[in-house]
């Protein structure tokens, strides 16, 4: 039984394919066009998922769209009426898209598979719609290592629901409660990122990140004014604050009089104020996060939990969750927001309308996150001497060793190996890596690497086995969504001058052993790195291990600030001639930013849109 899934026309569009209940290919479509959050039809991803699989689009039983767009289209019009005559700018804006677009979603993703997978099939006939948080919700269980759990998804919003607790057993899973439209703990975090200057949809990972340097100042008035919590966590947004019912904008004047001014504007410098509002909106969804789990646990009795939507991507409030041990044990989906409902579709069509059964893989079903493409070694060094690289090939162990020796030189290090990576974060298969003990490392990668905001923390990849010796930490994280502490041991007390130090000017003093990759607060955005999903990832820590003690490395996303992580060898060189990269690895290929041609140097600084 082959099923492909399908996310689109909203954000982060992506295709998955599973056959027979297990998942084969997964990746979004901004990989291969090179758009950030590319909304459009995933075509090049289904090219993917077919190719990898070795079929044709005529082999597919099923494909399975993510959410119902006749229901989404429902709730805009309702929410328009409800909100009536104020909104109708943009209503007028709105409704020739869903009218062009959206809405006969049906007959228009039948018509792109047949111009672009041929056939003359009739698609309609194969074409299902799952609901968006069962997608979601199927997304997180089907692929957990859990035969039952409870199933927490929250996000900004689907078609209806923005929160929803479901039971799932087996190969069966039900929605028991839902929270609804506009009251989002989703959108609550959107607005607050808005209003701090950023991006909707991308920005919220920067006030994630951004938080440690305030204090929840206005936490209370967030809590008094704009969101009523229950003890078991569902909500109610006073929506006299908020202007995405019906306007163009997230918040409104309302909103502005409460915290005292206008929004900052975007690129402009940040204030205390960003910071302390980071924190405080931080606070409550932590707050309203665990409290929703001790409901679920309470009223369900169920020891397991899984997690998916965009909110599961807070790595901060799943890590405090963690810690209350409200579960024994919690799994959320690496691709918890949009992109991951095609796995979702897929697998809930296999499981839950032709009752297939599933089996469960007690370290998750998910194969490390690594479901992109592979290169062959061929294939790249062809690539790379089409583009003008300059490369020696190695064997593996050179590579390894090479490659230590160039983190612990001190060198920011390009690195592609094996499968990209689904959903959000760089695992070790298409990541800039680096040595975490330098205490420069954490502000040139952001300014002279990244080309981002210099307050934006970096991730450790951390061996499995020495993660609790690092870190206050027990449990796996191999998808980089737990935060924890960095281990007493390892940190560095701050002197009395360096604790009145407020806001940015925190960033600069070093807090542990492994400095780079320590945020403010002394927290660190886990991956453990296990040998049997990444072994060239393993073997690369181990060797540096042995060179310098330290089974630790910096791993961030392998791309530039607005841009989509690289997917193809040339995305990697074109990466690495358009910044201060310095180290280069494509499978067993090695460059050295000095041995290239200077007539490649790019301007990658401004070569994408800002995020």
């Known amino acids: 039984m082959k099923i492909l899934g399908l996310s689109a026309f909203y954000h982060d569009s992506a295709a998955c394919l599973v056959i027979d209940g297990n998942i084969v290919a997964a990746a979004q479509e901004e990989r291969f066009t090179r758009k950030k959050h590319d909304a459009g039809f995933p075509t090049h991803a289904v090219a993917y998922c077919l190719a990898e699989a070795g079929i044709r689009a005529t082999d597919l039983d099923y494909v399975v769209f993510y959410d119902k767009p006749f229901l989404k289209f429902e709730r805009l019009l309702e929410t328009y009426l409800a909100f009536a005559p104020r909104g109708f700018k943009s209503f007028v804006t709105s ?40 997608s979601h919700a199927a997304s997180a269980f089907f692929p957990s290592p859990f035969e039952e759990a409870a199933v927490l998804t929250m996000d900004g919003v689907g078609e209806w629901t923005t929160t929803s607790l479901a039971i799932g057993r087996g190969n069966q899973l039900a929605v028991h409660k839902e929270i609804q439209f506009p009251h989002s703990l989703g959108l609550l975090y959107s607005a607050i990122t808005y209003y701090t200057g950023f991006k909707v949809n991308s920005g919220e990972y920067k006030v994630m990140g951004l938080a440690p340097y305030g204090e929840p100042k206005y936490a209370d008035l967030i809590k008094d004014h704009l969101i009523d919590i229950k003890e078991d966590g569902s909500f109610h947004l006073d929506m006299s604050y908020f202007n995405y019912c019906t306007g163009l904008t997230m918040t409104n004047e309302r909103f502005d009089k409460l915290f005292g001014g206008p929004r900052r504007a975007a690129e402009s410098q940040l204030t205390q104020r960003e910071m302390d509002l980071a924190a405080s909106v931080q606070a409550v969804t932590e707050e309203v996060v665990i409290k929703l789990a001790t409901g679920i646990r309470k009223s369900t009795g169920l020891r397991n939990l899984c997690l998916a939507g965009g909110v599961a991507l807070n790595c901060v409030a799943n890590g405090k969750l963690l810690r209350k041990n409200i579960f024994d044990n919690i799994w959320i989906q690496p691709a918890a927001g949009d992109a991951g409902g095609a796995v979702g579709a897929a697998l809930a069509a296999y499981h839950m309308m032709l009752n297939q059964p599933r089996t ?47 983190l612990a030189e001190g060198k920011a290090v390009g690195w592609h190996q094996g499968r990209m990576e689904f959903g959000p974060r760089a695992l070790g298969g298409r990541s800039i890596i680096a040595d975490p003990r330098s205490e420069v490392v954490q502000k040139q990668l952001n300014l002279k690497v990244k ?161």
């Open 95 to 134: 409704l020739p898209i869903w009218l062009k677009d959206k809405l006969f979603q049906k007959s228009q993703i039948a018509k792109v598979l047949n111009e672009q997978f041929g056939g003359g099939i009739d698609w309609t006939t194969r074409l299902l719609f799952s609901e968006h948080h069962l």
């Open 360 to 406: 469960v893989n007690p370290a998750d079903s998910m194969k490390g996150g690594y479901l992109g493409p592979e290169y062959s070694q061929a294939d790249i060094e062809q690539r790379l001497t089409k583009a003008g690289a300059v490369f020696n090939t190695v064997s593996d162990s050179d590579m390894i060793t090479l490659t230590a020796q160039a």
């Open 451 to 611: 080309y981002r905001e210099s307050f934006r923390p970096f991730a450790p990849s951390v061996l499995r086995e020495d993660v609790s010796e690092w870190f206050d930490i027990q449990s796996d994280s191999p998808y980089m969504l737990l935060v924890a502490d960095v281990a007493k041991s390892k940190q560095l007390p701050m002197t009395p001058e360096q604790e009145k130090l407020f806001g940015i000017e925190k960033l600069n003093v070093p807090r542990s052993q492994i400095p780079a990759i320590t945020h403010v607060d002394y927290s660190a955005r886990i991956q453990t790195v296990h040998a049997h999903t990444n072994p060239k990832y393993f073997d690369l820590i181990t060797k540096f291990k042995e060179m310098t003690g330290c089974p630790v490395l910096v791993n961030t996303s392998f791309n530039v600030r607005g841009e989509p992580i690289v997917c193809t060898p040339e995305d990697s060189f074109n990466c690495l001639m358009g910044t201060e990269i310095e180290f280069l690895v494509v499978g067993n290929a090695i460059m050295r930013k000095e041995d290239q041609d200077p007539a490649l140097i790019k301007d990658y600084k401004n070569a994408y849109e800002l995020d």
